[in-house]
């Protein structure tokens, strides 16, 4: 079993930055992909960003230019810093992780004030 536990939501002005970490409870080696989803109100479950255990990364169109997925794999945590944040980004933010089972954190609120 895998707990993932994430942290850094908050409220933040348009404009603003937030950092969300996402701590797994086993390493970052055994993930294939780790990677940020959003869930907004009435809204479905979206992908957010990937990253690849080697590195590589992949971003919604709507975030690209503006979030950055990382990953500190001695520190087992994944990261999503989020610059030039907008109203439209306000969701519970969820933190995955893929070995050969899917992992999910519980969430953490990010809202975004215009």
């Known amino acids: 079993q895998v707990q993932l536990v994430e942290s850094g939501g908050g409220l933040v002005q348009a404009g603003g930055s937030l950092r969300l970490s996402c701590v797994a409870s086993r390493s970052n080696f055994m993930f294939n992909v780790m990677g940020w989803y959003r869930q907004a109100p009435g809204k479905q479950r979206e992908v957010v960003a990937t990253i690849g255990s080697g590195g590589s990364t992949n971003y919604a169109d709507s975030v690209k230019g503006r979030f950055t997925i990382s990953r500190d794999n001695a520190k087992n945590t994944l990261y999503l810093q989020m610059n030039s944040l907008k109203p439209e980004d306000t969701a519970v933010y969820y933190c995955?992780?893929?070995?050969?089972?899917?992992?999910w954190g519980q969430g953490t609120q990010v809202t975004v004030s215009s």
């Open positions: 995955n992780a893929v070995t050969g089972y899917v992992f």
